[in-house]
């Protein structure tokens, strides 16, 4: 088994992934073309930042799992993975401290204009004056926007400062805002009426592009500030530059929309030159502590799909709503080779589909028991028939 790994992980992986008798392949820093050549020959892909397309996908004919280094997917073509039968999982979770921290550390950079500050030092300008007039955040209201794993460490950090906290996020409930010790929000827009700081912690999807659009910036208190360590899709950029030019609130990023592609090229983005924010290049996950505990996560996952062919925190299978789940057939059966196989002729010549199957073997090996979640319900032909086998101690329809 190769074992291709596209972005920087600790060391001691490469040792992690040959104690599976797999080959690591390590080759960062290649995208696009170079990426799907490089690829070719592969049967695991791990990546973190690199962006796997479907070119890439079809580049590999042996790809059977591509695993994200860390929480959102959104750099990998799923459906496309999807389509070719190939698992994808991520390491949720890993890095929530750490994207924690950064939140709350550019909640106070911004209010003591902190870069602004070392800028000066640097230049040889001493402006005490100047920068001796930051608000303080004890006692503001910080809105969370999106009660995840992030955003509960963010509330859990901030009522440290003396900050009060309020809250949205789509499974956000009134028992659950107490539970949490926040203030409950309808809405977004509440959140963003009653807040001092807002800060962002929802997934990149569509239901969240554009979240924080003009009507939200607008209903904003005046110098307010917004933090953004989620996805910069999550914010529609034009109301936001607008908004920081004529100096409506402030803003501090970690995140952007049409980042650049590569670790190295220009920030040649609408914002360089827009003034009232201050930014981060999308390094909310980048402590040590996190790409380790990230890196732990993924070699679990290998090791998991190498010895056992299970695929942990898989994210592009289909869920219960979307399989065609018609009826469903128990078939308890003598532990015998060719048992299954012919209850899988009989629902081929029926047109049946079997959209699900699990087999287990009861203790002594003598007798199983399948289960099928299938397209349509067997005819009383067909069950008579298995019944009628002397391998089947007995075949029932069920529910699906």
Known sequence: ????????LPGWCEDRVRS????PIVKTGLKDAALAA???DANVLIVRSTKVTREVIDAAPSLSLI???????DNIDCDHAAGRGIYVANCPGTNSAAVAELALGLMLALDRRIPDNVADLRAGKWAKKLYSKADGIKGKTLGVVGVGA????VVERARAFGMKVIAWSRSLTPDG????????????LEVARGADVISLHVAKAKETKGLIDAKFIAAMKPGAMLINTARGEVVDQAALIEA?????????????????GAADEAFDHPLRDVPNWIGTHHIGASTEQAQDETAEMAMAILGG????????????????SEVNAAAGLVVRHLDKVGVLAGVLDCLRDEGINVEQMENRIFRGAKAAVCRLTLSKAPSEAMLRALNDNPDIIRAAIVEA
């Open 67 to 73: 695993i994200r280094a860390g929480a959102g997917v």
């Open 38 to 40: 490089a690829v070719a």
């Open 177 to 188: 805002a107490a539970d949490l010790g926040v203030g409950f929000c309808k809405t977004p």
């Open 244 to 260: 920081l030019k004529a100096g409506k609130l402030r803003a501090g990023l970690d995140v952007y929309a049409d980042e650049p």
């Open 150 to 153: 992030i955003g509960r460490l």
């Open 1 to 8: 088994m190769k074992i291709f790994i596209a972005d920087r």
């Open 20 to 23: 599976f008798h797999a080959e």
């Open 305 to 320: 799909f190498l010895t056992a062919g299970q695929v942990g925190n898989c994210v592009n299978m289909a869920p219960p």
